[in-house]
């Protein structure tokens, strides 16, 4: 059988090479040839396997690395004013934030009292390349700065430690330094999905952080595995990934406040480019990126917020798809009050939607034959399909 194969094997190599000419002249030469060469193909495609391997990882690498983008503390603080009502007596989880670089952290932490938190934890991963300065903190045993250690911090009182009247930065960093039980190493590298990340997980009410790109689908599939309510930041693409998009349809998940621009702090190693980048004063890169929206289940009232609607439908300006049976509706503010089937609208949609006004049907990107809307058998921007409810 296996000899079969293999002769089978050397005959399809050969007609693909054009070397099978003779046959019975000179088999055993011919056979020794093919030989020779499939066994050579083999080892080329071998070498091709490894590399392409080796070329999946330094890809992961190279993307793990684009995933260190440092959200501003006024981005978090404009946000997270809509959502004070939530966090009385909650444990937050930030759980992809040193405290060395995380704002979510220090924002949580100044604000621990006001905002009545039960406990703030923080779980710092070791792939990350950054270090900050303003708040520091170290295990009896360092004499340096526990850079590309993983460790995890607890916080469950903030006090006026120094008697200034005022909870800073100092006092959060006196905290921690007088008790030794709250600054810990993990045992493991600090990723979310370790088992002693998950555990911490658990004890969680509210998750709030702006999670790594590259792995947010599996972080969002992990919160809502374990049922947590969530904040996190997240690029607008993401509403059109399978998982995440059925989670919004089906109002487990929803758009916050902020949908648009946002900058972020990024490390030296970052090279420059033309666009969104640029340099301060202090040589800090920054990037900028024009896509981010925040993702929550936690209530806002904005998600209850009618979109007010003055346009009336005409087959004129509301051309129906090629593929499928929608009308188009190029700006949210121009969807028509009065048309009662499916529309195909811009993502930028996702910003006022208000589901006691829309049902959310699908993605064009689903949905739609070929993966896209066509009109006049041209293509078009992605579409979220809705309806109005009745
Ligand atoms: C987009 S950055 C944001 C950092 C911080 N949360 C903030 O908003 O400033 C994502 C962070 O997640 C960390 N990270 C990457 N992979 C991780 C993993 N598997 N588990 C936990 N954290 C991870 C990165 O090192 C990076 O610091």
């Not at 983008?69 to 981005?75: R, S």
């Not at 190493?185 to 999905?193: A, E, K, P, V």
């Amino acid at each position: 059988m296996g000899n079969l194969y293999n002769h089978n094997r050397m005959l399809a190599l050969s007609e693909l090479l054009g070397l099978y000419r003779s046959p019975c002249r000179v088999a055993w030469v011919r056979d020794k040839k093919l030989l020779f060469l499939s066994r050579r193909l083999i080892a080329m495609h071998k070498r091709y396997q490894q590399s392409m391997a080796g070329n999946k990882s330094l890809n992961a690498a190279l993307k793990a690395k684009q995933d260190e983008f440092y959200t501003q503390m006024d981005d978090i603080a404009a946000e997270l004013k809509h959502y004070r009502q939530h966090f009385r007596g909650k444990v937050v989880f930030c759980n992809c934030d040193d405290p060395y670089e995380s704002n979510f952290f220090k924002y949580f932490a100044l604000n621990f009292n006001s905002l009545g938190l039960k406990k703030l934890i923080a779980t710092c991963y070791d792939g990350s390349p950054v270090q900050g300065n303003e708040l520091l903190l170290h295990f009896d045993d360092w004499d340096s700065e526990p850079t590309k250690i993983a460790y995890k911090v607890e916080i469950s009182e903030v006090t006026d430690c120094n008697g200034d009247g005022a909870i800073d930065l100092s006092d959060v960093r006196y905290l921690i330094q007088n008790d030794k039980n709250v600054l810990s190493r993990l045992r493991g590298n600090g990723d979310f999905r370790s088992a002693e990340c998950v555990e911490l997980l658990k004890q969680a009410d509210v998750v709030v952080t702006n999670p790594p790109f590259s792995l947010f689908r599996e972080y969002v599939a992990q919160l809502m595995k374990y049922g947590k309510r969530i904040l996190i930041i997240g690029n607008q693409n993401a509403i059109h990934y399978k998982d995440i998009f059925n989670l919004i349809k089906n109002n487990r998940v929803w758009i916050g406040y902020k949908f648009g621009d946002m900058s972020f702090q990024v490390p030296d190693y970052f090279e420059p480019r033309a666009t969104r980048y640029w340099q301060d004063d202090n040589g800090q890169k920054w990037r900028s990126l024009g896509n981010v929206c925040w993702f929550t289940n936690l209530d806002i009232s904005k998600r209850h917020e009618e979109l007010d609607l003055w346009k009336k439908y005409t087959p004129e300006e509301y051309p129906k798809y090629d593929n499928y049976d929608a009308i188009n509706v190029d700006k949210t503010a121009n969807i028509p009050c009065d048309y009662d089937g499916v529309m195909g609208v811009p993502i930028t949609f996702m910003d006022k939607y208000n589901p006691e006004q829309f049902e959310i049907i699908d993605t064009s990107t689903v949905a739609m034959p070929k993966g896209a809307p066509y009109i006049n058998g041209k293509r078009i921007y992605e579409r979220i399909l809705i309806r109005h409810r009745k």
